[in-house]
């Protein structure tokens, strides 16, 4: 019989249908799935465009590259995601780390850096591949909560302080800091280019107010509900037409200075080749498991919560499998690094995508915009493009997270706080480095000072509680500990010190028993810790016991001898009974 | 009433009786005290001597520098230690990391290399003075006994290796890498110096008797006990005078080319000034953490060791003071980096050292012996210093402890395995860096698979087991799940992908029940997962309870608002109580 619970899976399942989730729901599909996923696949691609445009630049790349971003990886997405409505394209915090990772490498040149955001999406595929087929996503556990949430902010802070540029319309020597470019930024605020600022600041007001003021407006006005929802969304879509529509009537490029987005190429994306160079591989590492890791994340975490709500399933190391394969089309047909994005993903399930079929009509509206529609955002003003993206990431500042994790346990506030700092002054990919490692320290640290507890006699009876919370029976030749945790190499030191401070201080102490209710595993070290507090114990005089040790941790001290070394019937199955061995009950 | 259970500590005492152990037994210090501390002195003198001067070779140093390294550090250490029995001085590993850190910094300069180890010493010393005072020795515990074993291996053969050109008298190339100096030997065995190398075989042969032959030997010849101890370690001085002598009387250094030490100035150490240059500092400092870590580890095991053979108490903290000052002291007394030895503190608590007086002996016989006696060890051939190197750690290569590790815990295994062969390839200190860091991801790795069970009641009673070891009894609408460890970042995933998946496996669910036995913490990540999972469940349908949530846990969710939240009537006591809320018993 297995004696192991395990998470569910989709092991069971065909090779085929475990690796392409597709096949699940085609052989079932229908024309009502179908004007589902029309429905939801249309608005997310309304969304797409501009977003994909400005999140390139943001990126440093050319418009056209979140285009073609946002059209392979969608389909093999579609294909082999086993959310049926995560959106993936895109999305602001993996083209930050594209801009912070590649810009020292390019060194100004924009085709280098084009053909190194191929190359990057190539190793980031391969990675999450990689991660998904040998089922190692776990490792994306060593990312707190805290850490993340201290990247985000200051991700947010940098994606948003990068586009001021942008809105005011002035031109900034390239500079890596984010503090020397907000000190470059208000030394040139004089030179805001008024018209400019004045577009931003009216696309502002248009996407803010479709944010949040069209679904009350619309409510109020008895739209109907299946009407209320794109209309919410287009808000990005209407800046954009105002914003190019403007400045083609009135010739602001030429007049007043406007920087336009200027010709975007048309046509299908093409067959790119990434670099297959090891030196520009090994430069690219670290930003790539840096994007691997926080763009699988963001992924993972709104897959799943918009998975629970059908109470569907998502399998993490599919997803990686899916992602990292997406990622493999972004590298080959001119794109940049892709993950699921959150605000999109979450429109895509509420107009009601049921299915991966949703990201293949959005891949085929983005194909039809980029084979059709490319003239018309030569007149698109990059102050446009960088309002959208404002608006996008300022509600991504959380310090209200901050402030509630201060509160509740200081180790993981500190964690939050030097991660966000440490985004903002020592760089993007470092940061979230020193907070992961920050975050391991303060857990090894605390579970280096294990709970311990001397425990008494309960009423005559066969129970044994700690002696500090309950008044209880204790015989002085007898020191009865309980420890509250498994035993590996960082706590087993703290078990030593305490069981020989405790046999220092109490000379009549002849018997020590180590209670294992709560030991789930003995490591190496912590069996050496074992062996030498048997010595050591002897030395003074004092007889080792174990008590209500797990059967399987039981059943490894006896595969390593150690029980035979122990003395067998210095082992026993309750408290009581080693109580009643030593002679102290009957 | 304090209710945890803390490691007693000497905090109780006065100032002075806590920072200077000695006044605790220099109060009631008498003439048997004395004597005991007198032999145990004198002999670990008698190794100390030898030993010294072949460490300080080992480390790259004159042989003088071990002598010195061996005086003002005894003191200061025979005054602060908490420890009694504890030999301090030069040691093989910490003379290894010498030798690592710093060949590649000075150049093959003598004068920078003495100065550098003389900065080397200052710099542990502030760093392990600062872990006392900032109570931060735990960090050792992020060295597990797999990792130091596999360090402890590999370092013990690139020790002994790099003696064989001494023992072989043959010249090499100054090379970094252990496998090039290697190869190296290999190529030169042809030009080995015969007769240097029949004096180190000679030495060793000495050296062997001495350890293993001699206390069978004087026992079966009936000599007092109290006689064989100290005839046993004298090896070593043995082996000194017999090469010395021969060198001496032949000539050998002259008509055979047999390496000597040549002139050690004679004298008092003089006050030494480390350099005070933070671009050197810069450098030093990696080495320096190596060295005060590794340091601290061989001095406190020993110490610990030791002291509950005579049920004493050492204090960690006060340990990395002393350690720390005595590095001070050799920093400004012409020494180089120290540690309390091994086999020298073993041999000083057999031989009877009952307090710190026994080192200030010591200290004082090495004293005398820089003196007076260094002009007998200018035909003191280098061989038999290697070959007391050689005899010295050759038994520190320990296989079993891989093998044993190795069938206990694959993890514990490879860590080991890791750590051992970086250390070999990459580097002395990197190498450990290695293990450490792939200790702590097997560590997280295991823990983010926690062991989880449903459970069952129990023939009709209030207990509840897990269903996969107990015929339990259960209930279709309800999933009742315990999780046996605390809930941090690294686990919390684990738990929502098993709650999700074992809800969406089963439509019947209406209730899910977490029960708390085991969970001691729940960090601000888990908490975070908690509420989202409550939305998540929420959505599905299904009802969240807690039950059996600890006292101190609960408090810590009431004050993060998480109790109201959740609402305090789906939290239980106990998970009877949860059945019997639900409606399953009554």
Redesign the interface.
């Known amino acids: 019989?297995?004696?192991?619970?395990s998470?569910?899976?989709s092991e069971h399942k065909s090779f085929w249908h475990r690796y392409l989730p597709a096949l699940n729901w085609l052989s079932t599909y229908n024309r009502s799935l179908f004007s589902n996923d029309l429905l939801a696949g249309t608005i997310v691609a309304i969304m797409l465009v501009p977003q994909g445009m400005a999140y390139a630049l943001l990126a440093g790349l050319p418009p056209e590259v979140g285009l073609y971003a946002s059209i392979v990886p969608l389909v093999i997405y579609g294909l082999m995601g086993s959310s049926r409505s995560l959106a993936v394209g895109p999305v602001a915090m993996v083209s930050l780390l594209v801009a912070s990772g590649l810009a020292p490498l390019a060194a100004g040149d924009i085709a280098t850096f084009i053909q190194l955001a191929l190359t990057l999406a190539l190793i980031v595929g391969l990675i999450q591949t990689l991660m998904g087929i040998l089922r190692i996503g776990?490792?994306?556990?060593?990312?707190?909560?805290?850490v993340l949430s201290g990247f985000t902010s200051a991700a947010a802070i940098i994606i948003g302080f990068s586009q001021l540029k942008h809105l005011l319309g002035i031109s900034l020597p390239s500079t890596e800091s984010f503090f020397a470019q907000t000190i470059a930024i208000i030394e040139r605020l004089p030179q805001t280019n008024g018209v400019t600022a004045s577009l931003a600041i009216s696309a502002i007001a248009i996407l803010l107010f479709f944010k949040y003021g069209t679904v009350p407006l619309l409510k109020r006005m008895g739209v109907g509900e299946s009407w209320i929802l794109p209309i919410s969304k287009i808000g990005p879509l209407v800046a954009v037409v105002f914003g190019t529509t403007i400045v083609w009537w009135f010739e602001l490029n030429q007049y007043a200075g406007v920087q336009i987005v200027g010709s975007v190429p048309a046509g299908a994306p093409s067959l790119s080749m990434p670099t297959a160079d090891w030196g520009t591989w090994q430069l690219l590492l670290p930003t790539a498991l840096a994007i691997s890791l926080v763009g699988y994340m963001e992924s993972i975490s709104v897959a799943?919560?918009l998975?629970?709500?059908r109470?569907?399933?998502v399998e993490?190391d599919q997803e990686l499998l899916a992602l990292g394969m997406a990622n493999l089309g972004a590298a080959f047909s001119g794109g940049y690094p892709v993950t699921g994005g959150i605000s999109r993903s979450v429109v895509n399930f509420t107009a009601g995508a049921r299915t991966g079929m949703a990201s293949l009509i959005t891949a085929g509206f983005i194909l039809l915009t980029v084979l059709f529609l490319t003239p018309i955002f030569f007149f698109l003003p990059r102050a446009i493009l960088g309002a959208i993206i404002i608006v996008a990431v300022v509600g991504m500042i959380d310090f209200q997270t901050f402030i509630?994790?201060w509160?509740?346990?200081k180790?993981?506030?500190i964690s939050l706080l030097v991660t966000f700092l440490a985004v903002l002054t020592v760089g993007v990919e470092t940061g979230i480095l020193y907070g992961a490692g920050i975050?391991?320290v303060f857990?090894?640290?605390?579970s280096?000072?294990p709970?311990?507890?001397?425990v008494g006699r309960l009423d005559n009876s066969e129970i044994y509680r700690?002696i500090?919370?309950h008044d209880v029976q204790t015989y002085p030749q007898v020191l009865t500990l309980r420890i509250?945790?498994?035993l590996?190499?960082?706590?087993?030191?703290?078990l030593?010190?305490?069981v020989?401070?405790?046999?220092?201080?109490r000379?009549q102490v002849k018997h020590f028993v180590l209670i294992g209710t709560?030991i789930?595993?003995i490591?190496?070290?912590a069996?050496?810790?074992l062996e030498?507090l048997l010595?050591?114990?002897r030395?003074?005089?004092v007889e080792f016991h174990l008590a209500a040790i797990k059967g399987p941790v039981l059943d490894?001290l006896e595969?390593?001898g150690f029980t035979r070394h122990f003395g067998e019937d210095h082992i026993h199955l309750t408290t009581h009974d080693a109580m009643r061995k030593i002679g102290c009950v009957d």
């Open positions: 019989m297995n004696k192991t619970l998470i569910p899976t776990f490792i994306v556990n060593f990312l707190s909560h805290p799943k919560s998975a629970s709500k109470r569907e399933k993490p509630k994790t509160r509740y346990n180790g993981d506030g975050a391991m857990y090894i640290w605390r280096s000072q709970h311990m507890a001397i700690n500090l919370r509250d945790e498994s590996y190499f960082a706590n087993t030191r703290a030593e010190e305490m020989l401070g405790l046999i220092a201080e000379p709560a789930n595993f490591d190496a070290s069996l050496e810790t030498l010595d050591e114990l030395d003074s005089g490894k595969t390593a």
